[in-house]
């Protein structure tokens, strides 16, 4: 966790050109990842979690993207490397995968015959030592009798199953560095476990990198080194693991913790909930973007507060004005408990 | 899969039965001349009229004359007053007393060779818009082929012959480049006869090639945002071979449904309008003729051949998709 990033995100813009106007999905986001480190990004929906991540990728590249930053890896800068580049790293050195891992694997394809060509893209095997290849990984990633296996299709897969063919899809290159996007949000929550202590467990035997993008803090909480909260295309919050959950600085987060179910507690009447809907990103509010549902929100906050530390020594970072010390009166919802006002009822 | 086959052939000879017991009905249930009349010409008395009448066996009741008909199609049982038997005995021409089902087979080349030529332009010419016009969906390319095809969906086919034939023929086309009408019926090689169909396989081309074009588009394009082609882009693959293998792959297959249907219905004789205005002796041409002098045999035998192509085809698509798509299994 110590040492040079492997990956450095920096200022990184994305925005889409659309008849409506300029959709703001990423609007200046900086973050990066160590060897070996786990970083969690959390978020609602169109956040803009998943579109940075895969714009690292150089996935979300299309003649209306205006894409502007740096994301610096392996001494290159992604955001400028040609297409051809940019496809030599997919798969290889970093890969991906993604929420739905039914539809995210070709139907008509055997699973088997969609990790050889995984492999062969980006190594010289011939189809006998990549299909060995293949039914390695898929043992690798607790797949029972992977020799029968390769020769079925998705479909005949269980949910659990078919993210673990997407895992082994990519690790075939033993990437350093792997983004997860929602990786655990379609399956059940035995499967879900399962999935996480898989990617973990890979994780420290390959020592990859992992960004874990979920909307989940539960799934943040049980593998995530740091945490990076996400809001209408922006980072409000970034902090280790500890920090965020144990010291949130960002009424946001508190909104998220608020919300999630706990078994150490007596349940409440009622799960709090954040107000309001997320902003379009075409039409952003001006100053801070989560004013208009913050409960909290005063007259600094017409403008953009930075994202900056405002405790000192701590590594931790968010983007409220609120003074430190009125913030820790104000995120108690009721004795010990993290959140937002209870919603009126 | 075999056990499903064997099903849906004994499903296929029953609809085909029906299909020719509809035939029947309609011809018997709404007005038409009487064949008999019709056969023997303006100066017949009442007696020869009766005579043609029994030598049809017209004289029968209609259910009998469904019963020696299905008899003659479909088994090898002697019929009544005839040498002849079946099974594929689908009766003489009421106008000129040829043997149906050898009428149809000498119709047939013509007509299968009109279809193949066209499907294969007709193919050759959707795909390859099809993929470019999504890839470069909202382009000036894109709208351009997309108007042209909407052009070509929109001119009826026989007005399009027409024009194909004023611009075109050698005979009175004013680029006279390609045999005009008539020209297959005289061409006494294949090469001559390949040359003559370049217009009528254009002209029935023309309008299905524009529809496929705009199918396949439309599918590339909702294919395209599926999850596993971005996928099969995050493994690196290069992107030519993430739309021709992955993208290609899925889009394709509803076509090979919509192909079946559309070659069998034309084997049916739904090129009768390309076979008409080219003059082309083909299953078409015979129809408009069966139809125009109440030839119930040729009618009926014309028509069960089409129901056959369709039910034919529609088995062989079903079994093809089987292959195509894994999901879909019979059992």
């Not at chain 1, 309001?276 to 004013?291: K, N």
């Not at chain 2, 003489?92 to 087979?105: E, H, L, P």
């Not at chain 2, 039910?311 to 292959?323: G, K, Q, R, S």
Request: net charge negative; with cysteine.
């Amino acid at each position: 966790m110590s040492g040079e990033p492997l990956i450095r995100v920096e200022d990184l813009k994305v925005h889409f050109d659309t008849d409506d106007g300029i959709v703001k999905a990423v609007d200046g986001v900086s973050f990066s990842v160590s060897r070996g480190e786990m970083l969690g990004i959390v978020g609602e929906s169109g956040s803009g979690k998943s579109v940075a991540n895969m714009t690292i990728l150089g996935l979300t590249r299309a003649p209306n993207a205006l894409i502007s930053g740096r994301i610096e890896f392996d001494g290159k800068n992604l955001v400028d490397l040609d297409e051809e580049g940019m496809r030599e790293i997919r798969g290889s050195q970093i890969s991906m995968i993604f929420q739905d891992p039914l539809s995210s694997l070709h139907p008509f394809f055997k699973v088997g015959k969609q990790l050889v060509e995984a492999i062969q893209v980006h190594q010289d095997l011939d189809d006998d030592a990549a299909m060995a290849r293949a039914v390695e990984l898929l043992g690798l990633v607790g797949i029972p009798d992977p020799e029968r296996r390769v020769g079925e299709y998705p479909h005949e897969f269980s949910g659990g199953m078919r993210q673990r063919a997407m895992i082994a899809m990519a690790l075939t290159n033993d990437p350093k560095l792997l983004i997860a996007d929602e990786p655990t949000t379609a399956l059940d929550v035995t499967t879900q476990a399962q999935i996480l202590r898989l990617i973990e467990r890979l994780r420290q035997e390959f020592g990859m990198a992992v960004i874990m993008i979920t909307h989940d803090l539960g799934v943040i909480a049980e593998v995530a080194d740091r945490v990076q909260v996400m809001y209408a295309g922006q980072v409000v919050e970034s902090g280790s693991l500890e920090e965020i959950f144990y010291n949130p600085q960002h009424p946001y987060t508190w909104g998220l913790l608020g919300s999630l179910t706990r078994i150490d507690k007596p349940r409440r009447a009622r799960l709090s909930q954040i107000a309001g809907q997320p902003p379009s990103l075409i039409a952003l509010p001006a100053g801070c973007h989560f004013r208009n549902r913050c409960p909290h929100a005063f007259d600094r906050c017409t403008q953009m507060p930075p994202l900056e530390e405002r405790i000192p020594e701590r590594g931790h970072t968010d983007r409220c004005w609120l003074p430190p010390e009125q913030k820790k009166t104000l995120r108690m919802s009721s004795a010990g408990e993290i959140g937002l006002e209870e919603p009126a009822a | 899969m075999a056990r499903y086959i064997v099903r849906r052939m004994l499903w296929s000879v029953l609809l085909l039965i029906l299909v020719s017991a509809v035939v029947f009905i309609l011809f018997y249930v709404f007005p038409s001349a009487d064949p008999a009349q019709l056969r023997a010409g303006r100066q017949a008395n009442e007696d020869q009229i009766q005579a043609i009448r029994e030598s049809l066996g017209l004289d029968h009741s209609v259910l009998t004359q469904f019963w020696i008909y299905i008899k003659g199609v479909f088994t090898p049982l002697d019929l009544p007053g005839t040498d002849a038997h079946g099974p594929l005995y689908f009766g003489r021409s009421y106008q000129s007393n040829a043997d149906v089902f050898d009428v149809i087979k000498a119709d047939l080349p013509a007509t299968v060779m009109l279809v193949i030529g066209a499907v294969v332009i007709w193919l050759a010419i959707a795909i390859p818009v099809g993929i470019i016009s999504a890839i470069k969906s909202r382009s000036l390319l894109d709208r351009t082929t997309m108007i042209t095809t909407l052009a070509f969906i929109s001119a009826p086919v026989f007005w399009l012959g027409l024009v194909a034939l004023y611009l075109f023929a050698q005979d009175v086309g004013l680029i006279p480049i390609f045999p005009g009408i008539g020209s297959y019926a005289e061409a006494d090689s294949f090469a001559g006869k390949v040359g003559s169909m370049l217009l009528p396989w254009f002209v029935l081309a023309a309008a299905t090639a524009a529809i496929y074009a705009r199918y396949l588009r439309s599918q590339m394009i909702d294919v395209m945002g599926e999850d596993y082609i971005r996928t099969a882009r995050a493994k690196g693959l290069p992107e030519k071979r993430v739309i021709m293998k992955h993208a290609l792959r899925s889009a394709i297959t509803p076509i090979v449904t919509l192909l079946g249907l559309d070659v069998a219905v034309l084997l049916a004789g739904n090129a009768i309008l390309t076979e008409t205005v080219f003059n082309i002796p083909g299953v078409g041409a015979e129809t408009y003729n069966a139809i125009k002098r109440s030839d119930l045999p040729m009618i009926q035998g014309i028509t069960l051949f089409g129901a056959f192509f369709i039910v034919t085809l529609n088995l062989v698509v079903d079994i093809a998709y089987a292959y195509l798509d894994p999901r879909v299994r019979y059992e």
